[in-house]
């Protein structure tokens, strides 16, 4: 695997894995609320928008030239 796409794996898959499932174990037993939601949904719907832009960042940094490549037929 190219190094390039190790830390665009990292950064679309593995970071936000470890951020839900890393909230949802901190958070279980948690009552505290935000923004009127208990703060374990706050934390999965925050990470919809964190998941958006690590995809958005792993394309643009890793992956953009390759598709253009592709693209361009190289």
Do not use: H, N
Request: aromatic share 26%.
């Amino acid at each position: 695997m190219a190094k390039g796409k190790l830390y665009s794996f990292i950064l679309s898959v593995v970071i936000p894995y470890l951020g839900i499932f890393g909230g949802i174990y901190f958070f279980r037993f948690s009552e505290k609320m935000v923004f009127g939601f208990p703060i374990l949904y706050f934390w999965i719907f925050l990470w919809f928008f964190l998941t958006t832009i690590c995809l958005s960042l792993a394309w643009m940094l890793f992956d953009k030239d390759d598709a253009r490549s592709a693209k361009e037929g190289k």
